[in-house]
């Protein structure tokens, strides 16, 4: 089983900033996708941002233009820069891995508040 650890998120002001990342807890010998999916109270989970192993991105729209995936392939870590945060970002984040081997693993979650 495949532990995804996360880390970062907390509390922001509107117009902030914060940073999660999110690295599996032991060597995993091929990741191919991963990214970052989150899900505000009331709704369902939606993707935010997703990065091929060859570091290909897809953001959601909503998040195009303020939000940033990268990832580190030697740490198994992904990445994820938020700047511009908005209200409507308020929302618990989840780190996701998808395997060689189609399987897909989950983070615990982060919980972001973007507050004045």
């Known amino acids: 089983q495949v532990q995804l650890v996360e880390s970062g998120g907390g509390l922001a002001q509107p117009g902030g900033s914060l940073g999660l990342s999110c690295a599996a807890s032991?060597?995993?010998?091929?990741?191919?996708?991963m990214g970052w999916h989150r899900q505000a109270p009331g709704k369902q989970r939606e993707l935010v941002a997703v990065i091929a192993r060859d570091g290909d991105t897809n953001l959601a729209d909503s998040v195009k233009g303020r939000f940033a995936i990268s990832r580190d392939n030697g740490k198994n870590a992904v990445y994820l820069q938020m700047n511009s945060l908005k209200p409507e970002d308020t929302a618990v984040y989840y780190c996701?891995?998808?395997?060689?081997?189609?399987?897909?693993?989950w983070g615990q979650g982060t919980q972001v508040t973007v507050s004045s």
């Open positions: 032991r060597y995993v010998f091929r990741i191919n996708s």
């Open positions: 996701m891995a998808v395997l060689r081997g189609g399987s897909t693993h």
